[in-house]
C-alpha cells in the first residue's frame, strides 16, 4: 500500500524581510503538484493547507509537464562558473574591460582638469 507524500512547509525557506520571497525547495513544488494530480483535494484546500497561491500550484504543475523533474525548478541567476559557456564568459570579462577602460579614461580627465 503506498503512503501519499506529506507535505510541510517545512519544504520553504522563510523570508526574513517583508520585501522577500518565499523559496520553495523542488522537493516541496513536486511533492505539491503529486498531490495536486491526486484529485483528493481542491486545488484551493490544497494551496490554503500549504499557505501557497492556488495560481503557483497551477504554474508548477505547468512547468512539470514542460520540461519534466529534471529541466523544472531550475535556480535562478547566473549558473556556475563550470557550466557557462566560453563566449559568455568572454563577453562579461570584455564589458567589465569597457567599463574599467571608461572609469579610467574620466579620472585621467579629472586629473588633467586638476592640474591646471
Given amino acids: 500500500m503506498k503512503t501519499k507524500p506529506v507535505i510541510t512547509l517545512a519544504g520553504a525557506v522563510p523570508a526574513t ?6 523559496v520553495y525547495t523542488k522537493e516541496f513544488k ?23 497561491r492556488r495560481n503557483q ?6 512547468a512539470l509537464e514542460q520540461n519534466g523533474p529534471e529541466g523544472s525548478f531550475k535556480p535562478r541567476g547566473r549558473k556556475p562558473a563550470s557550466e557557462e559557456s ?5 563577453r562579461r570579462e570584455l564589458a567589465d574591460a569597457k567599463m574599467e577602460l571608461a572609469i579610467l579614461k574620466k579620472f ?9
Fill in 17 to 22: 524581510t517583508p520585501q522577500q520571497r518565499t
Fill in 30 to 52: 513536486i511533492a505539491a503538484v503529486a498531490r495536486l494530480r491526486e484529485g483528493k483535494q481542491t486545488a484551493e484546500a490544497l494551496a490554503l493547507e500549504l499557505g501557497i
Fill in 57 to 62: 500550484l497551477y504554474k508548477w504543475a505547468k
Fill in 86 to 90: 566560453e563566449v559568455v564568459r568572454l
Fill in 108 to 116: 585621467d580627465a579629472y586629473l588633467k582638469r586638476i592640474k591646471r
